[in-house]
T-cell receptor, first 113, second 115 residues
Framework: SAVISQKPSRDICQRGTSLTIQCQVDSQVTMMFWYRQQPGQSLTLIATANQGSEATYESGFVIDKFPISRPNLTFSTLTVSNMSPEDSSIYLC??????????FGQGTRLTVV | GENVEQHPSTLSVQEGDSAVIKCTYSDSASNYFPWYKQELGKRPQLIIDIRSNVGEKKDQRIAVTLNKTAKHFSLHITETQPEDSAVYFCAAKYNYGGSQGNLIFGKGTKLSVKP
C-alpha cells in the first residue's frame, strides 16, 4: 500500500491568487497523477507528474494554469494559478506503485471567492 | 483516447437485494479495470479490480466480470447493506502514448441501499 499526505486539506482563496497543493508519499512510487473532482462529479485527470521532466497534461489543462513539480519519487506539487471561482473543486493526488492499484490522497477542497 | 461510460448514474435498492453497475470502455489496449467506492467527503478507495487476462473475480459479496470482446465490465454487489451506500466509480487503465498507467474514470453511480 501507500500512505499519502496531501496538504492543505482545504482552503478558501481570493480570485487572482495562486495555491500550491503538496502530495507526499511514504515510499517511492512509479507514477503520480493529479485529478480534479468537481462537486457531485467524477474524477478528471489533470496531468501525470513526471519525475525530472515536465508533466504530461490532458486535454483542457495547461501548464501555465496548473504548473506541476515532481522533484523526486515521493513528492509532487500542483499549483492552481490565477484562480477564479470556476476553479473551486476538490483536487486529489494519486500514486501507482509498480503497476499495482492507484491510491489517493485525502484531497484538497478549494473554494475561490 | 480512452473513454469510459458508466451506468446507471443512480441506483436505489432494498437492503439484501443485489446491485449491478456496468461500464464500457473504448481503448482495446486497456488491461486493468478497478472499481472505487467513494463515501461522502472521503477519498476514493479501491474495492476490487480485474485484469484483462481473467473474466471474473470475486471477493465476498463483491464480484467483477469482464468481457473483453464487448469491452465492458460490471460490478456486482450481493446482499447489499446500508453501509454499501456510496458513489462507485469504474475506471480503465489508459495506455496511450506518454500517459501509460493513469486511470480514466466513469462518471460514477450513486448507490442507495434502503433499510
Amino acid at each position: 500500500s501507500a500512505v499519502i499526505s496531501q496538504k492543505p486539506s482545504r482552503d478558501i482563496c481570493q480570485r487572482g491568487t495562486s495555491l500550491t497543493i503538496q502530495c507526499q508519499v511514504d515510499s517511492q512510487v512509479t507514477m503520480m497523477f493529479w485529478y480534479r473532482q468537481q462537486p457531485g462529479q467524477s474524477l478528471t485527470l489533470i496531468a501525470t507528474a513526471n519525475q525530472g521532466s515536465e508533466a504530461t497534461y490532458e486535454s483542457g489543462f495547461v501548464i501555465d494554469k496548473f504548473p506541476i513539480s515532481r522533484p523526486n519519487l515521493t513528492f509532487s506539487t500542483l499549483t492552481v494559478s490565477n484562480m477564479s471561482p470556476e476553479d473551486s473543486s476538490i483536487y486529489l493526488c494519486s500514486v501507482v506503485k509498480e503497476n499495482t492499484e492507484a491510491f489517493f490522497g485525502q484531497g484538497t477542497r478549494l473554494t475561490v471567492v | 483516447g480512452e473513454n469510459v461510460e458508466q451506468h446507471p448514474s443512480t441506483l436505489s435498492v432494498q437492503e439484501g437485494d443485489s446491485a449491478v453497475i456496468k461500464c464500457t470502455y473504448s481503448d482495446s489496449a486497456s488491461n486493468y479495470f478497478p472499481w472505487y467506492k467513494q463515501e461522502l467527503g472521503k477519498r476514493p478507495q479501491l474495492i476490487i479490480d480485474i485484469r484483462s487476462n481473467v473474466g471474473e473475480k470475486k471477493d465476498q459479496r463483491i464480484a467483477v466480470t469482464l468481457n473483453k470482446t464487448a469491452k465492458h465490465f460490471s460490478l456486482h454487489i450481493t446482499e447489499t447493506q446500508p453501509e454499501d451506500s456510496a458513489v462507485y466509480f469504474c475506471a480503465a487503465k489508459y495506455n496511450y502514448g506518454g500517459s501509460q498507467g493513469n486511470l480514466i474514470f466513469g462518471k460514477g453511480t450513486k448507490l442507495s441501499v434502503k433499510p
